[in-house]
Each structure stands twice: as structure tokens, then as C-alpha cells.
T-cell receptor, first 113, second 113 residues
């Protein structure tokens, strides 16, 4: 089975802090994704990566950056956390083959105070 | 972007088949239909996907109409653990061929004893 592991289930940070969310997958997938999920808005794509050191902006990249130094690890960085970044953050991975599904981790519920 | 329409909620008796419908009338010829479910406080779980033929795996069956404008997810013997929000998704591919998932509001399936 595919395993996508997110480093924390719950996280509380303060406004202005730099926040790191980590995601690791064990299936040698080329593609990795970061989404955020908010009530009434569904899942929205923040960034994705299709190879090591490669990244592309999703629909809502403002205020975020990402890092992919190793194939199995994809990090989401909140440069200066703000209260409107309080959300559920979901990481996903998939193989490069176009129709293969994305597999999700259990999410990190992040609260910015 | 291709959109999907699902009923907001459905009930099903435990042990009976659950049939979840989805309309995707604007789907393009090369776009796949994916089904995920999400149990409260967990990440979305991949169930099944298909292009135009019916598909079956250990979790469910997917029936796609010949014109591909709608599909039905079938859980053959629903259990209480199948209570979740079910999402029907048409995957949209951009220039990098990674494909982002657009989650709608989904169908809340309540399995009752």
C-alpha cells in the first residue's frame, strides 16, 4: 500500500512565525502535491512538484513556498504565518503516468494564533 | 475545467449496496473519473478510477455510461465504516501533465444499522 506520511497531525503556531510542514512518501512517486482544505471551499492546490528540485505553482501559492531536495520528501513552508492560513493541509503523491491516482496523507490541522 | 454534480447526501442500510451517482456532462474524451472518500479528520482515500469501461476493485465498482456524461460508484455491501463524504472528480491536466484534482462538495453517505 502507498504510504504518505505528514509530520504532524495538529500544529499550533503564532502569527509571523516561519512554519514547516513535512511530507514523505514511500512509493518512489515522481509527483507530489500540497493542498489546503477549508469548509465550503473544498481542496485547493497550493504547489506541486514533478521531480526533485522542480516545482510549479498551483491555484493559491501566495504566502507559501516549497522545497523538494529528495524524491520522497516535499516540504511546504509558510514564510510568515498569518491567521488566514489556519487550515487543514494535505499532501499527496502519484506516479508520473498521467492517469494514476493521487494518494493522500492524513493531513495536518494547522492553527495560527 | 470539467465539473461534477453529486447529490449532497444519501442514506444506505448496512449490508445493502450503496449506489452513488455523479454527473460530469462536460467531460473531455481523455479525462478520467476518480472517486475518493473522506472520513472526518482524515485525508481523502482513493477508491477507484476509470475512463470509459466499467471498473471493479476490492473496494467498489465504477459504472460509466456510454456517453461518459455520468457514472455511479457502487459499494456492494455497505458497512458502518463506509460512512463518509464521497467525491467524484474529473482530473484536469495542465502543461506539466501532473493533473490537479478539483474536489466539489461531494455526497455525504450515511450507512445506518
Amino acid at each position: 500500500d502507498v504510504k504518505v506520511t505528514q509530520s504532524s497531525r495538529y500544529l499550533v503556531k503564532r502569527t509571523g512565525e516561519k512554519v514547516f510542514l513535512e511530507c514523505v512518501q514511500d512509493m518512489d512517486h515522481e509527483n507530489m502535491f500540497w493542498y489546503r482544505q477549508d469548509p465550503g471551499l473544498g481542496l485547493r492546490l497550493i504547489y506541486f512538484s514533478y521531480d526533485v528540485k522542480m516545482k510549479e505553482k498551483g491555484d493559491i501559492p501566495e504566502g507559501y513556498s516549497v522545497s523538494r531536495e529528495k524524491k520522497e520528501r516535499f516540504s511546504l513552508i509558510l514564510e510568515s504565518a498569518s491567521t488566514n492560513q489556519t487550515s487543514m493541509y494535505l499532501c499527496a503523491s502519484s506516479s508520473w503516468t498521467g492517469n494514476q491516482p493521487q494518494h493522500f496523507g492524513d493531513g495536518t490541522r494547522l492553527s495560527i494564533l | 475545467d470539467a465539473k461534477t454534480t453529486q447529490p449532497p447526501s444519501m442514506d444506505c442500510a448496512e449490508g445493502r449496496a450503496a449506489n452513488l451517482p455523479c454527473n460530469h456532462s462536460t467531460i473531455s474524451g481523455n479525462e478520467y473519473v476518480y472517486w475518493y472518500r473522506q472520513i472526518h479528520s482524515q485525508g481523502p482515500q482513493y477508491i477507484i478510477h476509470g475512463l470509459k469501461n466499467n471498473e471493479t476493485n476490492e473496494m467498489a465498482s465504477l459504472i460509466i455510461t456510454e456517453d461518459r456524461k455520468s457514472s455511479t460508484l457502487i459499494l456492494p455491501h455497505a458497512t458502518l465504516r463506509d460512512t463518509a463524504v464521497y467525491y467524484c472528480i474529473v482530473r484536469v491536466f495542465g502543461s506539466s501533465n501532473t493533473g490537479k484534482l478539483i474536489f466539489g462538495q461531494g455526497t455525504t453517505l450515511q450507512v445506518k444499522p
